[in-house]
C-alpha cells in the first residue's frame, strides 16, 4: 500500500496543483477529498496553461483514475465545463468519476453566497460566491441533495420543491430578489444526471479496494489549513477541512491507510480574501513580489496579498496535519531580494511573546511579528536541478526552515513547470 496526501499549509494557491500534477505521474488513482470549484489549481505543461477547479489536477497525468470523492461539493455545470475544456484540447476524460454521496451545489445556493456577501457591505468573507459554503450548510442540516439524487427523478423533485419553500422565502422576504422557479431547476438538473450517469458511482468501494490492492493513491487537498473550518483564522475560512484528517471523511478511507503526509508551503506567504495576515507586506516590496510570483487568483483574478514567511502558523499547520515530507514552492521568486526575513514569534498586544499560533482571530489582528534576518542571494535558480545548484543563501533559507519545523524539505520548486523541481529523496 503506497498513500499520498498532498494539502496546502498556509492561505491556499501554495502550488499544490503543480506537486500533484508531478506525484499523479506515478499514481493509479488521484483523489480530490473536499472543497468544491472555488479551487484554482493551475498547472503548466510546456507553453500550455491549465486551470483546474473542479478536477483534480492529477487528471493531466494520471494513467489510473481520477475521483472526485463524498467530501467534495459539486457544481456538474462546472464539472461539464472543465470537461469539456480539456476534450476540446484533444484529452481523454474517461478516467474522471464522481462519488454517489457527493452533495450538489444548486443556484440557489450560488444566489444565497452571493447575496449574503453583499448584505455584509465592508465585513464580508470574501468567498468566491460559488455556493460552497451554503451547499455545506445544507449537507450538515440533512437537506442536500446528493449526487445520487440526480439519478432518482422523483427523489429529486421531492428534494427541490422541499429546499425552494425555504430559500424562495429568504429570496423574497428577505433579501427582496426574484425567486427561483422549480420546474426550470429539475429539468436541468434531470438533464444533468442523464449526462452524468455513467461518472457517478460509489468511490469508497473502489478506493478501498485500491489500497487492499497496494495501489498507489494520491489525495489531492483544496484550499489549505489556514483556512480550515476549525484550525483556520474563522470565521475567514473555507467550509470544510482541507487537513490531512479531512481525507478520511472526505473520501471514506480509514487513518491506518494514510502515509506519506506532503505539506506544500510557498517560501513567502499569500492570502486571497479577508482576514488576518500577521507578516502582511502592504507595500512597494509586497507588490513586487505580488508581480514576480503572478499572484493573482486562479479562480477569481483577484490580487493576491503578499507578505513574509510566518513559521509561527506554518509550525500550526504542520502539527495538525501530521506533515513528515514538505515542500517547498516558488524559491525562486525571492531573489534578489535581501535581506530576507522570516516571523518565528509574535509579540501579543500585551507585550507578551509566543511561538504558537492562537484560536482568537481578533487578537491576531494586534499581534505583531517577530523576525530573523537572513542574506538573500541574487542569483537566478530557474534552472537549479538539484540541491547543490542552489546558492548558499538559498540553501539556508531552507535549512532555516527545516530547523525551525523538524522536518526535511523534500522538494523545492524553483518555478511552474513541471520540470523546475529540486526533488532531494524519491517518494515514489
Known amino acids: 500500500m503506497s498513500t499520498y496526501v498532498v494539502v496546502g499549509l498556509q492561505y491556499g494557491d501554495e502550488g499544490k496543483g503543480k506537486i500533484t500534477d508531478v506525484l499523479s505521474a506515478k499514481s493509479d488513482y488521484v483523489v480530490r477529498f473536499q472543497g468544491g470549484d472555488n479551487a484554482g489549481h493551475t498547472v503548466y505543461v510546456g507553453d500550455e496553461k491549465f486551470v483546474l477547479h473542479l478536477l483534480p489536477s492529477g487528471v493531466l497525468q494520471c494513467k489510473g483514475k481520477c475521483i472526485i470523492a463524498n467530501g467534495v461539493v459539486v457544481n456538474p455545470k462546472s464539472f461539464i465545463r472543465e470537461i469539456e475544456q480539456l476534450e476540446s484540447k484533444g484529452m481523454n476524460t474517461d478516467h474522471v468519476f464522481i462519488s454517489r454521496r457527493a452533495h450538489v451545489i444548486m443556484p440557489y445556493h450560488i444566489l444565497l453566497d452571493t447575496y449574503r456577501e453583499e448584505e455584509k457591505g465592508g465585513t464580508e468573507i470574501g468567498t468566491t460566491k460559488k455556493g460552497i459554503g451554503p451547499c455545506y450548510e445544507d449537507k450538515i442540516a440533512r437537506v442536500g441533495i446528493r449526487m445520487v439524487d440526480l439519478l432518482n427523478p422523483e427523489i429529486l423533485r421531492e428534494k427541490i420543491e422541499k429546499n425552494l419553500r425555504v430559500k424562495n422565502s429568504l429570496f423574497e422576504k428577505y433579501f427582496e430578489k426574484p425567486t427561483l422557479d422549480i420546474d426550470e431547476i429539475y429539468n436541468e438538473f434531470v438533464e444533468i444526471g442523464k449526462k452524468l450517469q455513467d461518472r457517478i458511482v460509489d468511490t469508497e468501494l473502489e478506493l478501498n479496494e485500491a489500497i487492499r490492492d497496494n495501489k498507489n493513491i494520491l489525495f489531492e487537498g483544496a484550499q489549505a489549513l489556514m483556512l480550515d473550518i476549525d484550525f483556520g483564522t474563522y470565521p475567514f475560512v473555507t467550509s470544510s477541512s482541507p487537513s490531512t484528517g479531512g481525507v478520511c471523511a472526505g473520501a471514506g478511507v480509514p487513518p491506518t491507510s494514510l502515509q506519506n503526509l506532503i505539506g506544500v508551503a510557498k517560501a513567502y506567504t499569500t492570502r486571497v480574501g479577508n482576514g488576518p495576515f500577521p507578516t502582511e507586506l502592504d507595500n512597494e516590496l509586497g507588490e513586487k513580489i ?110 532555516f526552515i527545516e530547523n525551525y519545523l523538524g522536518i526535511n524539505v523534500y522538494l523545492v520548486s524553483v518555478g511552474p513547470e513541471r520540470s523546475q523541481n529540486i526533488i532531494r529523496k524519491e517518494l515514489f
Open 290 to 399: 505580488r508581480q514576480i510570483g503572478g499572484e493573482f487568483g486562479a479562480t477569481t483574478g483577484r490580487p493576491r496579498r503578499t507578505g513574509w514567511l510566518d513559521l509561527v502558523s506554518l509550525k500550526h499547520a504542520t502539527m495538525i496535519n501530521g506533515i513528515n515530507n514538505l515542500v517547498i514552492t516558488k524559491l525562486d521568486v525571492l531573489s534578489g531580494i535581501s535581506p530576507l526575513k522570516i516571523a518565528t514569534k509574535y509579540k501579543t498586544e500585551d507585550g507578551k511573546i509566543i511561538d504558537y499560533f492562537t484560536s482568537s482571530t481578533t487578537k491576531l489582528y494586534d499581534y505583531e511579528p517577530i523576525y530573523e534576518e537572513l542574506e538573500g542571494w541574487d542569483e537566478n535558480i530557474s534552472t537549479a536541478r538539484t540541491y547543490d545548484d542552489l546558492p548558499e543563501n538559498a540553501k539556508k533559507y531552507i535549512e
